[in-house]
């Protein structure tokens, strides 16, 4: 289970025990799909020393399916993967696949991206289908409304069926010993709503707990609010789990506020355009498509031990994004991994140092030397006691 082992202000440092070995936090998720996380290696990723990663219940369900992953040993054995999982649970297909669902009290009606076959995903069958794959952090499934839409009785629906949903995944789940099931707290941008989910939720003393909903495309103002909101208020012993985040300065923000695991498919995504995430003297994007990376025998970070950069020059990616783009786009999923996952464990070694606002005062720094801080962070971090200068 979940031990808090430090506090720096809001921000937690801790160690969360499951069955394929522990996860330290804060952490960063990758995403694989369908267990595996795109044109990255079970061995690539272990060499990046990582606790866990993500894949998704609805499209490992529809292939190759519960029955044949069961059977084929689990999820960990299908995919060479010894450390942990989390499957989520197929809610976010609501939002991704809207074109081809309808939601209803019953469940999910999807049309099947694979074959065109109607499928019906009740929180029953999330729950099967997970207990089947055997990951070791479960997702209950919930009702998923993007924060942009306008429709207020809409948020009302989805967080009382969020909960009715919630308590369906409880009674279905089979494996509670050896898998973790996490509740979604839900309600939009609205503070009721969430206060109302986050209340029912703690009642039900969970595992653990996840802020869903966010990172949909909301202003920043607002998403940071909401995730104070519910730091703020989950119950302090146990894990918290913020959906969808992965850009660097929403990671920090987030650790600051309270918040010990997150996703994103950001870091492998933004790898397939040809681009590298980066500290160092020129902190953000770089991109090796540009003109000026064509002679620079430089690595993308001198710092980073991945294989990316013990191999490959600037200038060697540069060439071959002209002529075979996926294996840059496989190196710098490597690069891209490793960079969020050095992040997370640099800010994991703050918070137990006592140093965590100082740390945050230089990365920030760094980022924007001009001192032009965006105003949802600087407006963030001072609410947690860190003012940027």
């Known amino acids: 289970m979940f031990a808090l082992q430090a506090n720096d202000g809001d921000a937690r440092a801790g160690v969360l025990h499951l069955g394929h070995g522990p996860v330290r936090t804060p952490v960063f998720m990758p995403v694989g799909t369908q267990a595996t996380v795109k044109s990255v290696t079970s061995d690539q990723l272990a060499d990046l020393d990582l606790d866990i990663i993500l894949a998704n219940t609805f499209h490992l369900g529809l292939r190759p399916g519960g029955e044949t992953l069961s059977a084929l040993g689990g999820v960990h054995t299908f995919a060479n993967w010894p450390r942990n999982v989390l499957t989520d649970s197929g809610g976010f297909q609501m939002v991704s696949l809207l074109q081809l669902a309808t939601i ?7 049309q099947s991206p694979v074959d065109g076959a109607q499928v019906l995903l009740t929180p029953e069958l999330s729950i099967r289908l997970q207990n089947q794959i055997g990951a070791d952090i479960i997702m209950a499934l919930d009702d998923v409304v993007p924060t942009t839409a ?7 629906e989805a967080t009382a069926r969020t ?10 789940h089979t494996r509670p010993r050896e898998q973790l099931l996490f509740g979604i707290v839900q309600g939009g941008l609205d503070t009721e709503l969430r206060c109302h989910c986050l209340n029912e939720l703690a009642t039900r003393d969970l ?4 802020i869903g909903g966010l990172a949909g495309g909301e202003e920043k103002d607002k998403f940071w609010r909401v995730v104070r909101q519910c730091t703020q208020l989950l119950p302090r012993e146990k894990p918290r789990y913020c959906m969808g985040v992965g850009y660097p300065e929403d ?3 987030c650790v600051a506020l309270g918040v010990d695991m997150f996703d994103c498919v950001y870091p492998a995504r933004t790898a397939r355009f040809g681009s590298a995430l980066v500290d160092g003297p ?13 002679a620079d025998s430089r690595p993308i970070e001198p710092q980073c031990p991945c294989e990316c950069c013990r191999h490959y020059s600037r200038a060697y990616l540069h060439v071959l994004m002209n002529r075979d783009p996926a294996v840059v786009g496989h190196v710098l999923t490597v690069h891209n991994i490793s960079y969020l996952t050095r992040l997370m464990r640099s800010a ?4 137990f140092t006592g140093s965590f606002a100082n740390y945050l005062q230089r990365w920030f720094a760094r980022r924007y030397p001009s001192g032009a801080y965006p105003n949802w962070v600087r407006d963030a971090l001072a609410t947690c006691g860190v003012g940027l200068i």
């Not at 595992?207 to 996840?210: E, K, Q, S």
């Not at 020129?282 to 064509?294: C, Q």
């Not at 994991?348 to 918070?351: G, K």
């Open 348 to 351: 994991r070694e703050a918070i």
């Open 282 to 294: 020129a902190p953000g994007i770089l991109k090796v498509r540009s003109a000026g990376m064509f």
């Open 150 to 156: 306008s429709d207020p009785e809409r948020f009302k």
């Open 207 to 210: 595992p653990g707990y996840a």
């Open 251 to 253: 990671l920090l923000v």
């Open 104 to 110: 209803s009290e019953e469940g999910v009606h999807f």
């Open 163 to 172: 909960i009715r949903w919630l308590d369906r995944c409880i009674a279905a």
